[in-house]
């Protein structure tokens, strides 16, 4: 029982540091990432932006894990 309480809680700990979209638009992604990794909440927002045929480019850092990025040509 106890190791079933440590994996779920290894499982939640681990949704909470991974990159991911919090929301998308035709021109605007939010997306928040682990604390202060602007790389790869860049990399995930460029791969949003490119579905529209667009690139990303910050707009404003909205937190130290929230992060706004505008889809431009």
């Known amino acids: 029982m106890l190791k079933l309480k440590y994996a ?3 499982l939640v700990l681990s949704g909470c540091a991974t ?3 919090l929301s998308a638009g035709e ?3 939010v997306i ?3 604390s202060n ?3 790869s909440a860049t990399k995930l927002a460029e791969t949003e932006c490119n ?3 667009l690139h990303a ?3 404003i ?3 130290p894990v929230k992060y706004v990025f505008d889809c431009i040509e």
Do not use: F, I
Request: proline share 4%; charged share 30%.
């Open 8 to 10: 779920v809680l290894a």
């Open 19 to 21: 990159t991911q979209v």
């Open 27 to 29: 021109r605007t992604v």
């Open 32 to 34: 928040k990432a682990p």
């Open 37 to 39: 990794d602007e790389a």
């Open 51 to 53: 579905k529209r045929g």
């Open 57 to 59: 480019q910050l707009s």
């Open 61 to 63: 850092k909205a937190s």
